[in-house]
């Protein structure tokens, strides 16, 4: 059993000390089971999620280095160490000037820490660990053996805590808010760009943070749009806005997508909102502990074909959700519910549920829900009504 580290707790943290504790005991056990002596961690997700640690430079370097029996210790550049004292319990840093090779002073610190024979766990998988720092590890470390540990924090985040669901929920609260406000703010007249004002504005005065992604925020014709913002099209009559908006607390999230119509929604905007909407319903129905994200999927997929829509139909189900940075809002690289999956969902895993249609240059149309899974079913974390708005034209 490896000694707990130091933690120094503060006000400014997001979660309990022991909700720290229980993340690390739970990936120092992922580590070992992948046959590494110690892990560097390379994701900024990662990062966070062990230690609270928040930063918008994640661009530049930060690896945090967690050994059995040794203080955690974080690599960074010296401009953002006194955020290590903000947001983390950390107590060991290792800053690193901007002329210096941050791999350089990685090699040393584990040197100092005599780690550099040891079978050392690095995430291959993750965005953040090049090619050019893998090769410069293997050459300065040449007794060391890189161990591929990518899966060792993120299989850890798969689970949340009670802790965990309660910030989802604040996150949850956000997006309901943000979401109901712009639909509000709908009306022949304005512009996509007034609507994208008033969600921000209900997100920060309610305390939203940053987002992993913007609020996709579209009208008309652009609604048929994957993964785009707003661009000044006006609102008009007899056409519909869409949008999908996540709250975000200490880097925790929750998204929600809804329709609104302005004036009585056209036939084909209907049906397409139906049979979204009866996907959606027919994954909650079918989620729970022990089924399949491959199963789950086919629910709300058969609804959406039997419809006529399936072509339409381009993506996964949904994907799991929690800690995040930009470029992403979502957890999908770790699961998603979708064909192929066979991994069963557990207890409190948490996923984004996103059927959604999209016609190029004529219609998209999307309704979603942040869930946790249950023994016997699911929970909606979100809770704005599954159905078409419908706004006076």
């Known amino acids: 059993m490896a000694n707990q580290p130091t933690m120094k707790g503060h006000d400014r943290l997001g979660f309990s000390l022991p909700e ?36 918008p430079g994640y661009y530049k370097y930060h690896c945090l280095i967690v050994a059995p029996d040794q203080e955690p210790v974080l690599i960074l550049r010296r401009f953002e160490e006194i955020n290590v004292w903000e947001y983390s319990w950390l107590t060991k840093t290792v800053p690193v000037w901007d002329h210096q090779d941050p791999t350089e002073e990685t090699i040393k610190t584990l040197k100092a820490m005599k780690l550099d024979d040891k079978r050392l766990g690095v995430e291959k998988a993750g965005w953040f660990f090049s090619v050019q720092e893998f090769e410069g590890l293997k050459a300065g470390l040449p007794k060391a053996t890189l161990v591929d540990c990518s899966h060792a924090v993120e299989e850890a ?185 066979p991994r069963l969902l557990q207890e409190n895993m948490t996923f984004h549920l996103v059927p959604l249609c999209l016609i190029y240059r004529e219609i998209g149309v999307g309704f979603s829900a942040t869930i946790r899974v249950t023994k016997t079913g699911c929970e909606e974390l979100t809770s704005l009504p599954r159905k078409l708005y419908v706004n006076e034209a």
């Open 20 to 55: 720290y504790k229980r993340r690390y005991d739970a990936v120092v056990k992922n580590m070992r089971d992948a046959g590494a002596d110690a892990l560097l961690v390379r994701g900024p997700e990662n990062i966070t999620y062990l230690t609270g640690f928040e930063t």
């Open 157 to 341: 985040r798969l689970i949340k805590s009670e802790e965990e669901i309660g910030m989802m929920r604040r996150a949850a609260v956000l997006a309901d808010k943000a979401v109901q406000a712009g639909i509000d703010a709908c009306r022949p007249g304005v512009t996509e760009d007034d609507v994208a004002a008033r969600v921000h504005h209900v997100l920060c005065e309610n305390g939203g943070e940053y987002m992993g992604l913007p609020p996709f925020i579209l009208a008309g014709p652009r609604t048929s749009l994957p993964h785009q913002t707003w661009r000044g099209e006006p609102v008009r009559k007899g056409e519909h806005v869409y949008f999908e908006v996540s709250g975000a607390k200490y880097r925790y999230s929750a998204a929600l997508m809804r329709c609104v119509s302005i004036g009585e929604p056209g036939k084909r905007l209907r049906a397409m909102a139906d049979a979204c909407i009866g996907g959606l319903n027919a994954a909650t129905d079918k989620i729970k502990a022990g089924v399949s994200c491959q199963d789950a999927d086919t629910a709300c997929r058969s609804v959406i074909e039997k419809a006529g829509f399936g072509d339409s139909f381009r993506h996964r189900t949904g994907y799991s959700i929690g800690v995040n940075y930009p470029p992403d809002w979502g957890e999908g690289q770790i699961l998603s519910i979708r064909q192929g999956e």
